[in-house]
């Protein structure tokens, strides 16, 4: 073992920092060496079912479904304490993700810290109680109240890719509105939330049971676990369209609410009067942390009339593109999680060969990198818009170039996807490319650059990219429940 990294590897379960049941643990490892930087408990059923039980309980008892100053209070602790340990928190998120270390400074750990409080002041902006205008029903006169009140029990499903800030996306909006919270990330990323557990434990004074961390190797069955049992009422998942889709189904045998924030294949347009030199100029940006981002636009619509010039200005950007070791600061793409990814990455390569697709820069695994699961960053050209790899998610460092004829032939492509997750349009009128971007189904369009992204913008999908928003007045809505009580009109 080498590259020790001081992480906690205890669960957070019913107030207490707890190994498994059963003692068992797992080792954590580290995508850019392949070597274990660390063990982790390996829940089992027994497990998760003792942090159901004890968030069931924290919200039918304690008061912090009523309590929102209290709320605000121990959530603002978690956050000064989450601000203390950052660099802690980063070695430890470089090591078990391989992201880039670059990126730990923005939106892998920093910028979601500094967002979470946008979360936590929520409290203060959501309407908690309204009434409305007397209204005549079966001819009596009522006065109506609507209270706005947690769901209860949220478990919440997260994935490796960004593996803090899903977990803080959710956990701080569910934990704000009152609900009591039950976490199982993925197993490549534990540490990721047994940290949050642990600032959770030392820093606040949030009761036993309203926060609890679940971490477990043979993760999937243990999340079933979680979707399927009755105490719990809404499922928060980020992950593949598929798993999303079963916990759907799971949880539908007790009529859960659920939110889902899925897959994506987003389309970045190039209109034909857009600086082409900057836009595939800067088109390797695509392989940013391995291209395991779910909104990254790993689908370039090129005009036919640019396309020869768009193709070439790509090849020297694919060609120059700096990745490897993620502690250098200077890589922006490291390794993929692991060697199952790094296989069906390299898997979909080969079926764009044999589909026809032209590659152009990349296709294998780096010579030059013996250690760790690195794909090469790959450029298709040529791309037929039905094929395989323009329709299913690579979550690798792939681009795939389509060409198009005119607007209305590239509002096709772009939308010619099961997945609506987002997208962007680039052009030197800003509104014709915005008219574009209204015609685009997905949750989120960036144009001319602009970023959609932040605390209080609603994203999310259309299609088959999900279910509701995170962040933003919606995303917070999703952790709420609505009461109207009817009461006789004042007199
Ligand atoms: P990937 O295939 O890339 O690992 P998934 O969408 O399967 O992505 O995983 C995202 C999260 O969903 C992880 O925390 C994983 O453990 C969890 N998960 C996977 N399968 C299930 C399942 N059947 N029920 C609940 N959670 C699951």
């Known amino acids: 073992m080498t590259d020790v990294v001081v992480a906690e590897s205890r669960m957070y379960i019913d107030g207490e ?10 080792a954590n490892i580290n995508p850019a060496t392949e070597e274990e930087i660390g063990q982790v408990s390996d829940a089992g059923v027994a497990d998760m079912e003792r942090a159901i039980a004890a968030a069931r309980r924290a919200f039918d008892e304690s008061g912090w479904a009523t309590d929102r100053e209290f709320r605000k209070r121990c959530l603002h602790q978690l956050h000064e304490g989450l601000v203390k340990e950052a660099e802690v928190l980063r070695a430890q998120i470089v090591a078990e993700v391989g992201s880039p270390i670059m990126l730990t400074y923005a939106v892998q750990q920093d910028s979601c810290i500094e967002d979470m409080v946008w979360d936590i002041d929520c409290i203060d902006r959501i309407e908690w109680e309204y009434d409305l ?3 005549e029903f079966f001819g009596m006169k009522s006065a109506r109240r609507v209270l706005r009140e947690p769901i209860g029990v949220v478990g919440a499903i997260t994935p490796w890719n960004f593996p803090f800030m899903l977990n803080l996306s959710k956990v701080i909006p569910a934990l704000a509105a009152g609900n009591t919270v039950v976490l199982k990330p993925a197993p490549d990323t534990p540490w990721s939330a047994t940290h949050i557990g642990r600032v959770a434990a030392e820093y606040t004074d949030i009761p036993a049971g309203v926060f609890n961390v679940v971490t477990a190797g043979n993760a999937a069955a243990i999340g079933e676990v979680l979707s399927g049992d009755l105490r719990v009422d809404m499922i928060s998942f980020t992950g593949s369209t598929a798993t999303g889709k079963r916990i759907m189904a799971r949880g539908a045998e007790t009529l859960k609410r659920v939110f889902l924030e899925l897959g994506g294949k987003s389309a970045n347009i190039i209109l034909d009067d857009a600086d082409l030199a900057a836009q595939c100029g800067g088109g390797a940006m695509v392989c940013m942390h391995g291209g ?9 619509l090129l005009p036919r009339s640019h396309y020869d010039e768009g193709v070439e200005l790509l090849k020297a950007a694919f060609e120059g593109w700096k990745y490897g070791d993620p502690t250098n600061p200077e890589n922006l ?4 999680i692991s060697a199952i990814q790094r296989e069906r990455v390299l898997g ?5 060969k ?3 697709a032209r590659l152009v820069v990349g296709g294998g695994r780096p010579a030059h990198l013996d250690k760790g699961y690195y794909v090469e960053p790959t450029l298709f050209v040529d791309v037929d818009p039905d094929s395989t790899i323009a329709q299913e998610e ?3 460092p792939v681009l795939v170039v389509i060409p198009y004829d005119d607007d209305d032939d590239a509002v096709r492509i772009a939308n010619n996807s099961r997945y609506g997750l987002s997208g962007s349009v680039n052009g030197r009128d800003l509104d014709r490319a915005y008219g574009i971007a209204k015609r685009i189904r997905t949750g989120t369009v960036a144009v001319n650059g602009g970023q959609w992204f932040g605390p209080d913008s609603p994203f999310g999908g259309y299609k088959e990219s999900g279910l509701g928003r995170e962040h933003g007045i919606p995303g917070f809505e999703e952790y709420l429940e609505t009461k109207t009580i009817g009461l006789p009109a004042p007199s």
Request: charged share 10%.
């Open 348 to 352: 979909y390569i080969e079926t764009g």
């Open 133 to 135: 205008p007397v209204h």
């Open 354 to 356: 044999a589909e026809g």
């Open 17 to 26: 920092l707890t190994e498994a049941i059963s003692g068992a643990t797992y």
């Open 292 to 300: 395991q981002g779910c909104a990254i636009g790993t689908r370039m």
């Open 333 to 336: 793409q490291g390794p993929l």
């Open 394 to 396: 690579i979550f690798g």
